[in-house]
C-alpha cells in the first residue's frame, strides 16, 4: 500500500513552472493574446505551456496543454500526421497554418497527486523524444 498523498484538485500556472523546474527544465513566463503561458524547451526544441479552464471564479488551473509548434518549410509527406496519430496515444499531432503542431492535454480537475503531475511532464519529455525521432526518420508509405 502506498501512503496518503495530498490530491490537487487545480494548480495555479507558478505551480506548474515549479513542477517543470523540479524536473530541470528552465521555464520564462510569456504572454499571448492577452494570456499569460510558460515557456521552456525539451530536447533542444521550444515548448509552451498553455493555461486550459478555470473554476468559476477561480485562478487555479483545472488543465493545461503542452504544446510544441515547429514551422514547416515545405510540403509534409502525405500521411505522416496521421501515422504518428495512430501510434501515440497521449500526444496529437496537427499541421496548423505553416505549423507542425505537437500537443499533450494535462487534465487535474477531479483531483490528481503529485506523482501524477511529475508522471506527466516525463510523459511529455518522452514525446518530445520520440516527435524528433519520428520526424527525422519517417519515410511516407510507397504504394
Known amino acids: 500500500m502506498s501512503e496518503k498523498q ?3 484538485e487545480d494548480i495555479e500556472l507558478d ?12 521555464t520564462n513566463d510569456s504572454e499571448q493574446n492577452g494570456t499569460r503561458q510558460l515557456l521552456s524547451a525539451s530536447q ?3 515548448f509552451a505551456v498553455r493555461p486550459g479552464n478555470t473554476r468559476e471564479g ?3 488551473l483545472l488543465d ?7 514551422r514547416i518549410d515545405g510540403e509534409l509527406p502525405e500521411g505522416m500526421v496521421t501515422a504518428w496519430n495512430r501510434g501515440k496515444r497521449f500526444g496529437r499531432l496537427s ?11 494535462v487534465l487535474v480537475a477531479g483531483g490528481v497527486s503529485q506523482g501524477y ?3 506527466a511532464v516525463e510523459l511529455w519529455d518522452r514525446l518530445m523524444r520520440e516527435f524528433l525521432l519520428f520526424l527525422r526518420n ?5 504504394g
Do not use: H, K, N, W
Not at 17 to 26: F, I, N, P, T, W
Not at 64 to 70: G, N, Q, R, V
Not at 97 to 104: Q, R, T
Not at 138 to 142: D, Q
Open 15 to 26: 505551480g506548474v513552472a515549479a513542477l517543470l523546474q523540479e524536473a530541470g527544465y528552465r
Open 44 to 46: 533542444g526544441i521550444g
Open 95 to 105: 499541421e496548423q497554418g505553416d505549423f507542425l503542431v505537437l500537443e499533450m492535454d
Open 64 to 70: 493545461f496543454t503542452l504544446s510544441c509548434a515547429l
Open 58 to 60: 477561480g485562478t487555479g
Open 6 to 8: 495530498d490530491i490537487i
Open 117 to 119: 503531475l511529475r508522471t
Open 138 to 142: 519517417y519515410t511516407a508509405p510507397t
